[in-house]
């Protein structure tokens, strides 16, 4: 191997002509002179296309290159301007590293896995970069993967949900494929504007190939959905149905304590305290003490005990899905109505208002569950993310991690 095909292959560089590498002592760091091979030259920096040479731009430049060993590593080259029809006067690409960057590809590679695998302080030291950097650099990694396969291309069954960040100050509206489970698509807001703003890039005719959405009960998420997906079937969340539920169980333990307590009794309203866990917890997974619980519920008070009862067929529901689960649903909803506890009669209405999209989830078995893992995933980079006053940054990152939009490791095969 000659000399300069080794500075290739060590520097990870492509279509690149390694001219000389010096061991700069000021510095203390390599540099590597190098330019494009005779048909990367004089292309446009922005879409790759071969255009007129405009002038010598700023001269030469340098890129962070990955370490070699203890020692930083720097690419020296000139930066000509090049004259594009379509992007006008441009400094031309080069092979080694992405438009605008200052880090080649390969070093923009490795901090974008590190940053999906590993802490945020291991990736500032080992890469030696500020995490602001780390963030630009993810934004480019996540527009290249993007360019090179389109996320949008063949979704049929989407799932739209909302997400808070930064203590429920900001939200993101995200879209999870239900095929791969990928996070898909990601802007901060949570309106009409917002979600529109998906479908516009969707466009008309694969807007038209969806076929099932599933969401929360959310109002402006169903009408934009309605608006704009004609084929497409919606699929109300069970989680979000369950939720209602129990909400409505705790209005009516909160009522029966709160009685007990104006009424003196003391004593009876500790223990009605103490039940709440036991009415919440699936069945299945009540302790001992939590048993005794719900029988001395069961014995002691009546709409209490019947506001589980219903909390459970309602469960059962979804546990069974398909047209015994629409079975079971109707029964659910003639009882609630009947049932003479507020909250639930008024849980039924409004279960009723949303009864298409719950059975077409039971028909489908469509639930949010993978929009929800997605959500509690961007939850967490939010932490390692902190810092990023854009949310750009966030959902770059969350579409490195969730997006399968991470690069492989530099010179390992895919
Ligand atoms: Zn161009």
């Known amino acids: 191997m000659r000399n300069a095909r080794l500075w290739e292959r060590l520097l ?7 001219d000389g590498v010096v061991f700069n002592e000021d510095d203390e760091a390599i540099v590597a002179s190098v330019r494009p091979r005779r048909g990367a030259t004089r292309r446009c920096g922005i ?41 006008g006067v441009v400094v031309a690409s080069v092979p080694w590293a992405r438009h605008g960057a200052g880090h080649t590809r390969a070093f923009d590679d490795m901090a974008a896995w590190l940053a999906t695998h590993c802490s945020k ?12 950097t780390v963030g630009a650099i993810a934004r480019r990694v996540v527009a290249d993967a993007r360019a090179l396969v389109d996320p949008l291309a063949s979704l049929t069954r989407i799932g739209i949900d909302e997400i808070s960040y930064e203590k429920g100050h900001k939200y993101l509206v995200v879209i999870v494929d239900h095929d791969t489970g990928h996070l898909v698509w990601a802007r901060a807001g ?46 109300m969340d069970p989680f979000h149905v369950v939720k209602w539920c129990t909400d409505a169980l705790d209005e009516v333990r909160r009522d029966v304590w709160n009685a007990a307590r104006r009424g003196g009794m003391k004593a009876l309203a500790g223990d009605l305290k ?38 459970e067929q309602l469960r059962l529901v979804f546990k069974l899905r398909g047209d015994a689960g629409i079975a079971v649903l109707k029964a659910w909803l003639a009882w609630a109505s009947r049932s003479k506890i507020p909250s639930f009669v008024r849980l039924a209405r409004s279960i009723r208002g949303h009864r298409p999209a719950i059975e077409a989830a039971l028909t489908h078995g ?6 929800e893992s997605v959500n509690t995933k961007i939850r967490l980079l939010q932490r390692i993310a902190f810092g990023y006053r854009d949310p750009e940054a966030l959902i770059a990152m969350a579409m490195l991690d969730l997006g399968g939009c991470c690069p492989t490791l530099p010179g390992r095969a895919a």
Not at 12 to 18: I, M
Not at 121 to 132: D, E, G, I, T, Y
Not at 276 to 298: G, H, I, M
Request: charged share 30%; aromatic share 8%; net charge positive.
């Open 121 to 132: 302080s291991a990736v500032q030291q080992l890469m030696r970069v500020a995490w602001r």
């Open 12 to 18: 990870g560089v492509e279509r690149t002509v390694v």
């Open 366 to 371: 469509l639930t949010n569950a993978r929009v």
């Open 47 to 87: 879409c790759e296309h071969r255009c007129p040479r405009y002038d010598h731009g700023q001269g030469r430049r340098r890129w962070r290159a990955l370490d070699l060993g203890t020692v930083q590593v720097w690419l020296e080259a000139d930066a000509p301007r090049v004259t594009c029809p379509d992007h």
């Open 190 to 235: 949570r309106d009409t504007k917002t979600l529109e703003a998906f479908f516009d890039e969707l466009g008309e005719e694969r807007c038209k190939r969806i076929r099932l959405v599933s969401a929360d009960g959310a109002g402006w998420i169903g009408d934009v959905v309605k608006a704009r997906c004609a084929n497409a079937t919606r699929c």
């Open 274 to 311: 103490g039940a709440r866990f036991a009415l919440w917890k699936n069945p299945e997974d009540l302790t001992a003490n939590q048993q005794a619980k719900l029988s001395w519920v069961q014995r002691t008070n009546a709409p209490l005990y019947r506001a589980y009862l219903l909390k």
